[in-house]
């Protein structure tokens, strides 16, 4: 008889192509009044966890998940932590749209007409989704993210294989060095993503080897998450495309929530977008978010814009996840 040291169920659904893994049942109590306590405890203590379930062979090098927890404020449904194949994410906006559309697909929340609202606390801060449902299938997710501004503009870099590139850091949920890619004399299409995944690793290291980087209120958020580089749109319906490098030299396959509208907030505060202008932008594999700037605030000594960007995911799979007490590869291992 097989002896199972773990099982761990999950719902695997995709955002415009971008994976994610939902974990619904199998963690251990995660201690922790706040989500980023809960996150730095997952992480010094049950690191683990995630390897077994974005690495190979259960999981792959662009793999990417979510733990769903309980909420710990009052506003919120639900707590979430991002996985993904270097650590954890301050947040995830395809994340949050392929959550908010499977909790209601598969009545885990209150389902009401024509919207149902969800709260997400994030390490972030809070995110509000409001998820089309007509009372017999759930369609497009709009979510409210959190405050984006431009960190620090025109910070040029060196890099070893393009040369010098100029772009914008930008805070969207997480930091994201924003840059056009006719820089690099390349173009965002799936033929090239070798190319753009090193420019992206290039850029990356040259920015966080030269800047400092810290949210002015929340002292958890201080990395740079990823290079977004975008170009001229292959979909005329599109007002651009882009494509995020992020973690260890993963590429999303979405438009990427955080820096859709991270990308909305740096052309509003440059006045190259107008308030609720609506932006299309267009992923490398084609998919496409809407984002519009419907406010603005204040982070620190930041100006800010308020963003909602709207999505729509599909479920693929129910899956339960086990260990085998025998199995040589108890955390994956991690290949490219």
């Not at 203590?45 to 999981?59: A, C, S």
């Not at 393009?162 to 033929?191: S, T």
């Amino acid at each position: 008889m097989l002896s199972y040291t773990r099982t761990i169920h999950t719902v695997d659904a995709h955002t415009g192509g971008e994976p994610l893994r939902i974990v619904i049942s199998g963690l251990p109590p995660v201690p922790g009044k706040t989500i980023l306590e809960r996150r730095s405890w997952l992480k010094k203590e049950r690191d683990d966890l995630r390897q077994f379930l974005m690495n190979e062979p259960r999981g792959h090098a662009d793999m990417y998940g979510a733990y769903l927890l309980p909420p710990t404020t009052d506003a919120a449904d639900f707590g979430v932590i991002f996985i993904h194949n270097e650590g954890y994410s301050d947040m995830c906006g395809h994340g949050i749209i392929a959550l908010g559309k499977t909790l209601v697909e598969l009545n885990h929340v209150e389902r009401t007409i024509p919207l149902t609202r969800i709260g997400f606390d994030t390490p972030a801060g809070f995110i509000e989704a409001h998820v089309e449902w007509d009372g017999v299938r759930a369609g497009n997710v709009t979510f409210r993210n959190v405050p984006a501004f431009i960190y620090q503009r025109d910070v040029e870099v060196d890099t070893p294989s393009f040369g010098k590139m100029i772009g914008d850091i930008v805070f969207g949920g997480a930091f994201y060095y924003y840059m056009n890619v006719e820089q690099a004399g390349l173009q965002v299409k799936p033929e090239q993503v070798r190319s753009l995944i090193q420019l992206g690793a290039e850029t990356k290291a040259a920015v966080k080897a030269k800047v400092q980087i810290q949210h002015p209120l929340e002292p958890g958020l201080n990395t740079l998450y990823g290079t977004i580089v975008d170009g001229l749109p292959n979909n005329p319906a599109a007002d651009q495309v882009n494509v995020c490098i992020f973690a260890d030299r993963e590429v999303d396959r979405s438009p990427t929530g955080t820096g859709t509208s991270g990308r909305a907030a740096q052309l509003f505060l440059r006045q190259k977008l107008a308030m609720n202008q609506p932006l299309i932008n267009e992923s490398i594999v084609g998919s496409c978010f809407t984002v519009r700037v419907i406010a603005t605030t204040k982070v620190g000594e930041f100006d800010a814009a308020i963003t909602e960007v709207t999505g729509n995911a599909h479920i693929m799979s129910f899956n339960q996840w086990v260990l085998e007490e025998s199995d040589p590869f108890p955390q994956g291992f991690f290949l490219r």
